[in-house]
């Protein structure tokens, strides 16, 4: 039971530490690019698109660092999202059997960890869901009430896209404008 429990903490740190690098490489503008956004002041994509290409052509060994990571990034994020929130669940189960906690602190954190499970289920179901209409990967965050899709695949038609935002209004109720597409190769 002990070795479990290290086997456990060993990769809880793990995908942190994955999930804490993916979100660094994504605010540094390395990481995965807006193919669709339904937003009226959002900047114009292909101009986005083309700067990030640009930039990156010119960065040495940019294709053969992208071509390693881009193979590992969904079953990355995938587990260290897991991890996060196995580690957020542990938490609000902490708070819910501490007898110190106040009745207000963990009726809250009842209603936290529902909300968790019926989120990481809306997830899971729109991944497989996006799968089965025939995209190689998918990974979906979903947090308040914004979604933002990563799609494994390379230029994404305007169909695609349509069916990909069906799927995730339809299964989490989040409105199109709301809902950000993001290409990865």
Same mark, same amino acid.
């Given at each position: ?26 605010? =540094?503008? &390395?990481? *995965?690019?807006?193919?669709? /956004?339904?937003?009226?002041? +959002? ?5 986005? %698109? !083309? $700067? ?42 902490? =708070?819910? &059997?501490? *007898?110190?906690?106040?009745? /207000?602190?963990?009726?809250? +954190? ?5 909300? %968790? !499970? $019926? ?67």
């Amino acid at each position: 039971m002990a070795f479990l429990l290290r086997k456990r903490t060993i990769l809880i740190i793990l995908f942190a530490s994955i999930f804490i690098i993916s979100v660094y490489m994504m605010f =540094l503008g &390395n990481f *995965p690019r807006v193919v669709y /956004e339904k937003n009226p002041t +959002a900047p114009d994509t292909q101009k986005v %698109l !083309s $700067q990030q290409q640009s930039s990156q052509e010119t960065a040495p060994g940019t294709a053969l660092d992208k071509k390693e990571n881009n193979s590992d990034f969904f079953i990355d994020y995938k587990l260290e999202r897991d991890r996060l929130r196995s580690q957020e669940a542990d938490y609000l189960r902490e =708070l819910i &059997n501490n *007898p110190n906690a106040t009745r /207000e602190s963990r009726d809250q +954190a009842q209603k936290d960890l529902i909300a %968790l !499970s $019926q989120r990481v289920e809306k997830e899971m179901i729109v991944e497989n869901l996006i799968k089965a209409k025939g995209f190689e990967d998918a990974v979906i965050f979903i947090s308040n009430d914004f979604a933002n899709v990563v799609i494994k695949g390379a230029s994404l038609q305007s169909k695609q896209v349509a069916q990909i935002t069906d799927i995730v209004t339809k299964t989490t109720g989040i409105p199109i404008e709301k809902i950000t597409i993001i290409e990865r190769k």
